[in-house]
């Protein structure tokens, strides 16, 4: 199983995208949980992931997210805005596979 958290400002704008990505994932046969919390969350839920996704709008949080995801040795990226954009499950979840080498 691969364990996919997005951070957002809020966590609610990457709801969708997130249900887009568990289509995407359910229709591959790949086994996997993603959820999406607020940014002040994030930090806590990392110990439970396996890589760490931010939204565009957050970017400026990267440097910050990092400390822990090198604490809890997950990799984390921002997310791709045009994805993000267009509510893309697939290109999203196709960078979390790629992060983790699991491919």
């Known amino acids: ?5 997005l ?10 995208l997130v249900q ?3 289509a995407e994932a359910k229709e591959r046969g790949i086994d996997a949980e993603i959820w999406a919390v607020a940014q002040d969350k994030a930090p806590e839920d990392m110990k439970k992931a396996d890589v760490l996704l931010i939204g565009p709008q ?3 949080m990267k440097k ?12 984390l990226d921002v ?9 893309d ?5 196709d960078k979390a596979l790629e ?5």
């Open 79 to 87: 997310i791709d805005p045009v994805a993000y954009g267009r509510v």
């Open 99 to 103: 992060l983790t080498g699991k491919n």
């Open 7 to 16: 951070a957002c400002s809020s966590g609610m704008s990457t709801s969708l």
């Open 89 to 93: 499950g697939k290109a999203v979840l």
């Open 58 to 60: 957050m970017r400026f």
């Open 64 to 75: 910050k997210f990092s400390v822990t995801a090198d604490e809890v040795g997950i990799p």
């Open 1 to 5: 199983m691969i364990k996919i958290l």
């Open 20 to 22: 887009k990505m568990e």
